[in-house]
């Protein structure tokens, strides 16, 4: 769950120094932080129990599903 918070924290800092970022961009943002932190954690409990490729096609299949 510590990665959502890295992703987010990003998000705050982008929106923090632009001001003219429009409601639709933003939360494109958020919910691209959000799947990136779900993916990440997904890889991380994952870990070294599965076959690298299995890693791998996890990571692709949540990519290309955002």
Known sequence: ???????FAGVV???????????F???????SSITSAITYILISKIGSK???????NYFMLIATLT
């Not at 599965?50 to 791998?56: A, E, L, N, Q």
């Open 1 to 7: 769950m510590d990665f959502f918070w890295y992703f």
């Open 13 to 23: 800092l982008v929106k923090g120094f632009d001001a003219t970022v429009n409601f």
């Open 25 to 31: 961009g933003l939360t494109i943002i958020i919910l």
């Open 50 to 56: 599965d076959h690298y490729m299995v890693i791998i």
